[in-house]
């Protein structure tokens, strides 16, 4: 079966930086896209990064753009999410999610458990 695990998150300073990694299993992983999502307490879901199964085009929200890198390793099975330059406003539950198709975003099917990461002095 399909299971995505995430890691990664923590506490970080504001400017700092995390790398929340997500090992994937269960299909066939250079053949969909992965995307990142997070949830903020008392808020709804924020898309916040994709990538297509070969690498060849990301997205990101205008709220991370910039400071966010997504990257893949398909010999990994694995899924990147690198953030610098941390914001308090970044305090979330990121969770990594399995695209429907290899070139699409928010168009997913499965989901991690979330990592926490909290930006806090």
């Known amino acids: 079966q399909v299971q995505l695990v995430e890691s990664g998150g923590g506490l970080a300073q504001p400017g700092g930086s995390l790398r929340l990694s997500c090992v994937a299993s269960g299909f066939t992983f250079s053949s969909y896209g992965m995307s990142w999502a997070r949830q903020a307490p008392g808020k709804g879901l924020e898309w916040v990064s994709g990538?297509?199964?070969?690498?060849?085009?990301?997205y990101y929200a205008d709220s991370v753009k910039g400071r966010f890198t997504i990257s893949r390793d398909n010999a990994k099975n694995t899924v990147y999410l690198q953030m610098n330059s941390l914001k308090p406003e970044d305090t979330a539950l990121y969770y990594c999610a399995k695209e429907r198709f290899e070139r699409s975003w928010t168009q997913t099917d499965y989901w991690g458990q979330g990592t926490q990461v909290t930006v806090s002095s």
């Open positions: 990538i297509y199964s070969d690498g060849s085009d990301t």
